[in-house]
């Protein structure tokens, strides 16, 4: 059964930092691109971060571009995103996904229909 959970959400107040994680079982880990979306309330998901199969090259949205770390351990089966000076802008259900495209690992992929599996996301609260 393919599974990615995500943990280490929770509520931090305005500059704070939090760490994401997101184990993956049941796949090839180290042949999948791994991104982070987020979701607010009454919003779209939106793209987040996106880190290639071999953790070697990151992407970032423009908004937590110097702010947020995404990283890999294949050994590990597992994703992270290190979340730095956080803001109540940045408050969102958080999800991980992946896929198993060349393409997206090679150049990055920023949409989620590009994402074929995915967690049940952990929620970040940044209070004021």
């Known amino acids: 059964q393919v599974q990615l959970v995500e943990s280490g959400g929770g509520l931090v107040q305005a500059g704070g930092s939090l760490t994401l994680s997101c184990v993956a079982s049941?796949?090839?880990?180290?042949?999948?691109?791994m991104g982070w979306f987020r979701q607010a309330p009454g919003k779209e998901r939106e793209f987040v971060a996106a880190?290639?199969?071999?953790?070697?090259?990151?992407y970032y949205t423009d908004s937590v571009k110097g702010r947020f770390t995404a990283s890999r351990d294949n050994a590990k089966n597992t994703v992270y995103l290190q979340m730095n000076s956080l803001q109540p802008e940045d408050t969102a259900i958080y999800y991980c996904a992946a896929t198993i495209s060349y393409r997206c690992s090679r150049y990055g992929c920023d949409a989620a229909a590009d994402y074929g599996i995915w967690g049940q996301g952990t929620q970040v609260t940044v209070s004021s």
């Open positions: 049941g796949l090839a880990f180290s042949n999948y691109a």
């Open positions: 880190v290639n199969w071999s953790g070697i090259s990151t």
